[in-house]
């Protein structure tokens, strides 16, 4: 069912009071247009909750790029539900749906729709988002400023992240010694190889734990216990975004400081966060869409590196792990939640 469990209602408020687009079919937001539009495919790997604030974001950067009404364009979501298993289905329907573009968030997604339009023989466009991978070095694209086939996007500008974070708890918890590192091992390694360096230039020890479903959240936290981690850094994962306030409560159960590149985790009751907007890839890749739906080719669209980042701290959680967030932290955050 691609739509998951998201209801009508949810999907025509996304589009605003403007738009008369309406989820008349299984197939997606139809334009009320009778004419031929072209459709913008969206492969999303994380769960049905989720998916409305992502769709929103997604149409923001389709509207910034030129397609202003739901008449110029039909979006198909394809929502895995937080189940990766369902994804290539979901690329195949995309593809036999004959879609111009195929927007896919994370490795999981990405993957999913490289392999199906390699397999397929087709050339459909993919406009892709990741923090976790290197699109060179994963053969994704030939270079950022000429990819080269049918693959672009928006990637994370990531070498600096692992001192960042690491660094950002030695400043809470000066004493710091061993962190664990929660890994999702369908987002490659760039990230855990990035904390692994990290902590070893700041002599501080990484036990790596891998996580790969929500009810292994729990066990994980336990493993960084029995490690004597004094602390824990959450890296970037479809798994892990969708659920930053399950991981907030455990964080805090079990007395850890946490870390992560999710903004929203320390509004969740989390620690703290240095990371993107979780809204800005989605938005760009919607301003990308817009211009292969305006004739640029995938090939030669340059990737494009984000670069901004926010700074998040969450003072009663801190307080509740009898922390003192230094000043050094406070004059730096972006935003600071009391």
């Not at 593809?95 to 999913?112: E, L, N, Q, Y």
């Not at 087709?122 to 049918?150: C, K, M, W, Y």
């Not at 805090?252 to 993107?276: E, K, M, N, S």
């Not at 926010?310 to 792990?321: F, H, I, S």
Request: proline share 8%; charged share 20%; with cysteine.
């Amino acid at each position: 069912m691609p739509f998951a469990h998201l209801r009508r209602r949810e999907f025509i408020t996304l589009l605003g009071g403007a738009c008369s687009a309406a989820a008349t079919s299984p197939l997606g937001l139809r334009s009320a247009s009778a004419q031929q539009v072209p459709k913008v495919g969206l492969l999303y790997p994380g769960p049905a909750a989720a998916a409305p604030s992502r769709i929103a974001d997604l149409l923001e950067g389709l509207r910034t790029g030129g397609f202003r009404s739901p008449e110029q364009f039909e979006l198909l979501p394809r929502i895995a539900d937080g189940d990766y298993s369902r994804l290539p289905a979901l690329a195949h329907d995309l593809v036999a749906r004959k879609v111009d573009v195929i927007v896919a968030p994370s490795p999981p997604a990405i993957d999913a729709a490289v392999q199906v339009t390699r397999a397929s023989g087709s050339n459909v466009p993919i406009v892709a988002s990741s923090f976790e991978t290197d699109p060179v070095r994963a053969g994704l694209v030939q270079s950022l400023h000429r990819p080269g086939g049918n693959v672009t996007g928006v990637f994370l500008a990531f070498p600096e992240f692992g001192n960042k974070w690491i660094e950002l708890l030695k400043e809470l918890v000066p004493e710091l010694v061993r962190v664990a590192a929660l890994w999702d091992p369908v987002t490659g390694d760039m990230q855990l190889r990035a904390v692994q360096a990290a902590g070893r230039i700041l002599n501080v020890a990484v036990e790596v734990v891998a996580v790969r479903t929500r009810a292994e959240f729990d066990d994980a936290f336990a493993a960084a216990r029995r490690y004597g981690a004094g602390a824990v850094v959450i890296l970037g994962s479809p798994l892990f975004g969708a659920e930053v306030k399950s991981l907030a409560d455990l964080a805090l159960r079990h007395r850890f400081p946490a870390v992560t590149l999710f903004t929203h985790f320390p509004r969740a009751g989390g620690l703290i966060a240095y990371g993107p907007n979780i809204s800005d890839p989605y938005r760009i890749m919607g301003s990308m869409a817009a211009k292969i739906l305006q004739g640029r080719r995938p090939a030669e669209l340059p990737v494009e590196l984000y670069s901004r980042y926010e700074l998040a701290v969450n003072l009663k959680t801190a307080k509740a792990l009898g922390l003192t967030v230094p000043p050094s932290i406070l004059v730096r955050a972006d935003e600071v939640i009391e």
